[in-house]
């Protein structure tokens, strides 16, 4: 995994993208993996009883997509300090999802960014917010915890 | 005519329930993280999670809301999957409740073995009108500690009960 570092940040800046694209079988997964028996991520009759066209990609999933997305961006050696986040939209399976950024400020060693997630026709399904901290280029490998 | 009850204003900034704790292994972690598609190696492998500065192997953050839900009999099912009497005890008089989104701060990782305590207060319910009439906004926010009473991390998530 790439090290970003501070001196090498400045506002505007784009993340690159990450694509995630989940299958059904990991949607299945996910539910076991986080206990979470609910029917509208696995039983696609029940889905549709429910109004939507297809099961539906957990909102904790878009989460912990949007956390390695920023995770990413910070590096080995970064930490990210805060995440934030609403679900605006519904996401599917088998259909690709982006996760954006841009680097809106930098204070310190604190890396403010604005993140989202797109589906494939281009909306935005969670607009967020996060901020992490870089290491400077010029400090010994190790880091702080 | 307020859609908020004396009685449910009245918990504005006290805790609700009681306070969960959970070991959280790193089997757990590792099917978390394979699951979520999220191979970085501070989750799996414990020299990497050292060279990047942690103590041991890292837990995804995205596990601890769930990690910390008890297992609950088949007769607490709904028919939806969702589990009965699983929602913040608070009587509101509407029909549904939506996941508003949340807010995470982080301040310190959460390691494999670690033992986490989850306390959650009502931070705010506010009343508003939109365009499909009106609904109570409503901010809960759960404080993770871990065994030496460092808090680890802190959600602020939002409902909107309409």
Do not use: C
Not at chain 1, 24 to 41: E, K, V
Not at chain 2, 137 to 150: F, K, S, V, W
């Amino acid at each position: 995994m790439t090290q970003s570092f501070l001196e090498d940040v400045k506002p505007g800046d784009p993340v690159p993208p990450l694509v995630k694209n989940a299958s059904r079988a990991q949607l299945f997964l996910f539910s076991a993996a986080t206990n979470n028996p609910h029917r509208i991520h696995y039983d696609r009759d029940y889905a549709r009883r429910e109004g939507h066209e297809d099961i539906l990609v957990h909102g904790p999933l878009q989460g912990a997509w949007l956390h390695q997305f920023v995770q990413g961006f910070a590096g080995p050696r970064g930490r990210v300090l805060a995440l934030a986040f609403r679900n605006r939209g519904r996401a599917f399976p088998e259909r690709d999802l982006v996760f954006r950024g841009r680097v809106s400020s930098v204070e310190g060693d604190v890396v403010a960014l604005e993140v989202w997630e797109e589906d494939d026709t281009g909306a935005v399904l969670m607009p967020g917010t996060a901020r992490v901290r870089l290491p400077r280029r010029d400090t010994r490998e190790g880091g702080r915890p | 005519m307020s859609l908020i009850p004396p009685e449910t204003r009245a918990l504005v900034g006290k805790r609700l329930g009681e306070p969960v704790s959970a070991t959280l292994s790193a089997r757990e972690a590792e099917r978390f993280a394979f699951a979520a598609g999220d191979t970085n190696p501070i989750y799996l492998d414990e020299a990497a999670a050292r060279a990047a500065g942690h103590r041991t192997r890292v837990v995804p953050p995205g596990l601890l809301v769930w990690a910390l839900e008890p297992p609950r009999p088949l007769e607490a099912l709904r028919e939806d999957g969702l589990w009965r009497d699983a929602g913040p005890p608070l009587r509101l008089p509407v029909s549904r409740v939506l996941y508003g989104g949340e807010e995470w701060e982080y301040r310190g990782a959460v390691y494999a073995g670690d033992t986490i305590t989850a306390e959650t207060r009502l931070a705010s319910l506010e009343e508003k009108s939109g365009g499909s009439g009106a609904f109570v906004l409503l901010t809960m926010e759960t404080t993770y500690t871990n065994q030496a009473g460092e808090v680890v991390a802190i959600l602020r998530g939002q409902r909107i009960a309409r």
